[in-house]
């Protein structure tokens, strides 16, 4: 944990330059996770219009099966190997639970998704057990630190940030340039037309959740050695993922980066002045009202918004 | 009227099974059957704003826990270091309050169970209604999340506010006592008469709904499920009706937390926790969402196994399973038409009908 940006109660007016750049360091890094999982929301919504409320269990597989893997190879090669794992997880989800059903309701889709979320953490408890487990540090130990502007980070912060930036940045790349991402694209504007053009939709929407599992593992496995992986982590992850999809624009990839930086931020500023915990009520007090006043997110357009069901 | 009748033959089987009860000696099933009453009474309240009414809510384990902490915190914190204040003073003095011994032999002053789960009830129907107006706008997954957050930020505060107990949750809560002698307690004399107690209010409140679900308002709630924009043009006002049914439903889920706090003696967070929100929606799905008797078999049956430990550690799991199972394959409960038509049709009988026709 950030022990500095966690310790107590320190009001803002005594904050020092130094303590100001540590709160932001460790907003961004939580932003950037918080992003990476409401990219995953996105994906999914984007071609199937589900919220996958099993979202965040994706992320705790990521780290709970790189931890176990570790035991048998390197660190590196253990975090591949979870992050297809979950791949293959995922995909598993959408066939066995999704694929076959003919235009089920909203409702439906959502009990669907909240019964798998409770299962995969079923399955997680009965296999790993309630302890708290972590990957080791990347880079270093606990202790060791650089400095920045006069504030002291882990090194693996920056593999945090990094990873996520790059995420961002290759499935851009992909969802531009590659044929199978435009495919992908084409499924999310008009699933209809996509279908008359010859696309298979239906892998589309499988292809989906494998890409949007293997984020999530991918992030699991970097915030390990910050956050700690535990049976349970997912309902949070998830509710926090979908505040920031919502907050910015649900779909938007751009919108949920800046809004996740912009959430991480705000939580990490928060524990000045909110007892630590009430910090997850923080980001449901946000989505609550985002909600209520602009459903269609701080950067969403309403006349888009307005063709969607809220 | 003809629907109220059916409620005799379900007095029956409650008699019933405390005369069977009784005579072998097997007492102890009753105090599961007098929990599950009182989960059912939660469950068939979510049932009519889940099934008839449409409106998801992943959020009344909240309403639960605050109808239950409310009314724990109020009748066992004392209330002596405020005794000089004008309002305790009021309510001293108009009989509401009780005057008390600690085990340690100390003055205590605490709220009577009465005006506690008065105030507890009124809380919950107060809280509905301001987290209703701007939730129920919302559709589909937008409320799923919200109720979900909703039922978050009241587990968050049960366990952080020390005036709940934290994580300890608040245990020593008195009896209740009602009329005639009759109180709500968890001692072992007062089994038969508890299980009579709960089943009574789950009778009273079952009563009440079907009335409801027949009436102009039930028509109306069907119609929101239906379609609510065709229903807003039939003239039934949506969103009154729909914030009516969520605080109706509040109350229901309150008056259970009430009750079963005080027949338990205490109350703990993991009331709160999303897993019982969670469950209560998987038993409304098995039971049938529009369904009231489905809700209820379901919700006792379900409870009772589940309060007896039949499912052992993987409690929560069974209630997963259920969701998907359920909702996969019967979205209309299992016991519905088109479910026992399927299931013919899975065993052959259906199969060698469909080839005579072809």
Same mark, same amino acid.
């Given at each position: 944990?950030?022990?500095?940006?966690?310790?107590?109660?320190?009001f $803002? %007016?005594?904050?020092?330059?130094?303590?100001?750049?540590?709160?932001?360091?460790?907003?961004?890094?939580?932003g950037?996770?918080?992003?990476?999982?409401?990219?995953?929301?996105?994906?999914?919504y984007?071609?199937?219009?589900?919220?996958?409320?099993?979202?965040?269990?994706?992320?705790m597989?990521?780290?709970?099966?790189?931890?176990?893997?570790?035991?048998f190879?390197?660190?590196?090669?253990?975090?591949?190997?979870?992050?297809?794992?979950?791949?293959?997880?995922?995909?598993?989800?959408?066939?066995?639970?999704?694929?076959w059903?003919?235009?089920?309701?909203?409702?439906?889709?959502?009990?669907?998704?909240i019964?798998i979320s409770?299962l995969?953490r079923?399955?997680?408890?009965?296999?790993?057990?309630e302890?708290i487990r972590?990957?080791?540090y990347?880079?270093?130990?606990?202790? %060791?630190?650089?400095?920045i502007? =006069?504030?002291?980070?882990?090194?693996?912060?920056?593999?945090?940030?990094?990873?996520?930036?790059?995420?961002?940045?290759? $499935?851009?790349?992909?969802?531009?340039?590659t044929?199978?991402g435009?495919e992908?694209?084409?499924?999310?504007? +008009?699933?209809?037309?996509?279908t008359?053009? =010859?696309i298979?939709?239906?892998?589309?929407?499988?292809?989906s959740?494998?890409?949007?599992?293997?984020?999530?593992?991918l992030?699991?496995?970097?915030?390990?050695?910050?956050?700690y992986?535990?049976?349970?982590m997912? %309902?949070?992850?998830?509710?926090?993922?979908? %505040?920031v999809?919502?907050l910015?624009?649900? =779909?938007?990839?751009?919108?949920?980066?800046?809004?996740?930086?912009?959430?991480?931020v705000?939580?990490?500023?928060?524990?000045?002045?909110v007892? /630590?915990?009430?910090q997850?009520? #923080?980001?449901?007090?946000?989505?609550? #009202?985002?909600?209520?006043?602009?459903?269609?997110?701080l950067?969403g357009?309403?006349e888009?918004?307005a063709?969607?069901?809220? | 009227?003809?629907?109220?009748?059916?409620i005799?033959?379900l007095?029956?089987?409650?008699?019933?099974?405390?005369?069977?009860?009784s005579?072998?000696?097997?007492?102890?099933?009753?105090?599961?059957?007098t929990?599950s009453?009182?989960?059912? /009474?939660l469950?068939i309240g979510?049932?009519?704003?889940?099934g008839y009414?449409?409106q998801?809510?992943?959020?009344h384990?909240?309403?639960?826990?605050i109808g239950?902490?409310i009314?724990?915190?109020?009748?066992?914190?004392?209330l002596?270091?405020?005794?000089? +204040?004008?309002?305790?003073?009021?309510?001293?003095?108009?009989?509401?309050?009780?005057?008390?011994?600690?085990?340690?032999?100390?003055?205590?002053?605490?709220?009577?169970?009465?005006?506690?789960?008065?105030?507890a009830?009124?809380?919950a129907a107060v809280i509905?209604?301001?987290?209703?107006?701007?939730? $129920?706008?919302?559709?589909?997954?937008?409320?799923?999340?919200?109720?979900?957050g909703?039922g978050i930020?009241?587990?968050r505060?049960?366990?952080?506010?020390?005036y709940?107990?934290?994580?300890?949750?608040?245990?020593?809560?008195?009896?209740?006592?009602?009329?005639?002698?009759l109180?709500v307690?968890?001692?072992?004399?007062?089994r038969?008469? +508890?299980?009579y107690?709960?089943?009574g209010?789950?009778?009273l409140?079952?009563?009440l709904?079907?009335?409801?679900?027949?009436?102009?308002?039930?028509?109306?709630?069907?119609?929101i499920h239906?379609?609510?924009?065709?229903?807003?043009a039939?003239?039934v006002?949506?969103?009154?009706?729909? /914030?009516?049914?969520?605080?109706?439903?509040?109350v229901?889920?309150?008056?259970?937390?009430?009750?079963?706090?005080?027949?338990?003696?205490?109350?703990?967070p993991?009331?709160?926790?999303?897993?019982?929100?969670?469950r209560?929606?998987?038993?409304?799905?098995?039971?049938?969402?529009?369904n009231?008797?489905?809700?209820?078999?379901m919700g006792?049956?379900?409870?009772?196994?589940?309060l007896?430990?039949?499912?052992?550690?993987?409690?929560?799991?069974?209630?997963?399973?259920?969701l998907?199972?359920?909702? /996969?394959?019967?979205?209309?409960?299992?016991?519905?038409?088109s479910?026992?038509?399927?299931?013919?049709?899975l065993f052959?009988?259906g199969k060698?009908?469909r080839?005579?026709?072809a």
């Amino acid at each position: 944990m950030f022990d500095v940006g966690r310790s107590s109660f320190i009001f $803002l %007016t005594k904050m020092t330059s130094e303590l100001f750049v540590q709160y932001l360091l460790a907003g961004i890094t939580y932003g950037s996770i918080y992003a990476i999982v409401a990219i995953g929301f996105n994906i999914i919504y984007n071609t199937t219009g589900i919220i996958n409320f099993a979202q965040g269990e994706f992320v705790m597989f990521g780290g709970m099966i790189a931890i176990t893997l570790l035991q048998f190879m390197p660190l590196p090669l253990a975090i591949i190997l979870a992050v297809i794992l979950t791949m293959i997880i995922g995909a598993g989800i959408e066939i066995c639970f999704i694929r076959w059903l003919k235009a089920p309701s909203v409702l439906r889709l959502v009990i669907i998704t909240i019964g798998i979320s409770i299962l995969s953490r079923e399955v997680a408890v009965h296999v790993w057990g309630e302890s708290i487990r972590s990957l080791p540090y990347f880079v270093g130990n606990e202790i %060791t630190s650089i400095s920045i502007l =006069g504030a002291r980070i882990s090194p693996q912060v920056l593999w945090v940030v990094a990873a996520s930036g790059l995420m961002f940045i290759c $499935l851009g790349i992909f969802f531009k340039t590659t044929s199978v991402g435009r495919e992908m694209r084409a499924c999310a504007s +008009n699933r209809k037309a996509a279908t008359l053009c =010859g696309i298979n939709t239906e892998n589309m929407v499988t292809l989906s959740f494998v890409l949007s599992a293997g984020m999530g593992a991918l992030a699991g496995c970097m915030m390990s050695p910050i956050t700690y992986s535990q049976y349970d982590m997912g %309902t949070g992850l998830a509710i926090k993922g979908f %505040t920031v999809a919502i907050l910015g624009g649900l =779909g938007s990839s751009g919108g949920a980066v800046a809004a996740g930086l912009l959430l991480g931020v705000i939580e990490a500023f928060s524990v000045s002045v909110v007892p /630590l915990a009430f910090q997850d009520a #923080i980001a449901i007090a946000i989505l609550l #009202i985002i909600l209520f006043i602009r459903p269609q997110g701080l950067f969403g357009s309403k006349e888009a918004s307005a063709l969607k069901e809220f | 009227m003809k629907k109220l009748l059916l409620i005799l033959p379900l007095l029956a089987c409650v008699i019933a099974i405390q005369v069977v009860c009784s005579s072998t000696d097997t007492l102890y099933y009753l105090t599961q059957m007098t929990m599950s009453a009182y989960y059912s /009474l939660l469950i068939i309240g979510l049932c009519v704003l889940m099934g008839y009414a449409g409106q998801i809510s992943l959020g009344h384990a909240g309403f639960f826990a605050i109808g239950g902490y409310i009314s724990a915190g109020l009748t066992t914190h004392s209330l002596i270091p405020f005794k000089d +204040n004008a309002l305790v003073q009021f309510l001293d003095s108009s009989g509401l309050l009780l005057a008390g011994q600690t085990l340690y032999g100390e003055e205590l002053l605490v709220v009577s169970p009465g005006l506690a789960c008065a105030v507890a009830i009124i809380a919950a129907a107060v809280i509905a209604v301001f987290i209703g107006i701007p939730v $129920l706008k919302l559709k589909g997954h937008y409320l799923a999340m919200a109720t979900l957050g909703f039922g978050i930020i009241i587990y968050r505060v049960v366990l952080a506010v020390e005036y709940f107990g934290e994580a300890d949750g608040i245990s020593e809560v008195p009896a209740f006592p009602l009329f005639a002698g009759l109180s709500v307690s968890g001692s072992f004399g007062d089994r038969v008469s +508890n299980y009579y107690i709960a089943w009574g209010i789950l009778l009273l409140g079952l009563i009440l709904l079907l009335n409801l679900i027949d009436s102009r308002v039930g028509r109306g709630l069907r119609g929101i499920h239906g379609s609510e924009e065709a229903a807003d043009a039939m003239g039934v006002h949506t969103a009154r009706f729909k /914030l009516q049914t969520f605080v109706l439903s509040a109350v229901f889920a309150a008056v259970a937390g009430v009750f079963l706090t005080h027949y338990n003696g205490g109350i703990g967070p993991s009331e709160a926790g999303v897993m019982k929100s969670v469950r209560y929606v998987a038993i409304v799905a098995v039971g049938g969402m529009a369904n009231l008797w489905g809700a209820l078999l379901m919700g006792v049956v379900l409870n009772f196994l589940s309060l007896r430990g039949v499912f052992g550690s993987y409690d929560d799991a069974v209630f997963g399973l259920i969701l998907i199972v359920i909702m /996969l394959f019967a979205p209309n409960g299992i016991l519905s038409i088109s479910f026992r038509h399927r299931l013919m049709q899975l065993f052959g009988k259906g199969k060698q009908k469909r080839d005579g026709e072809a």
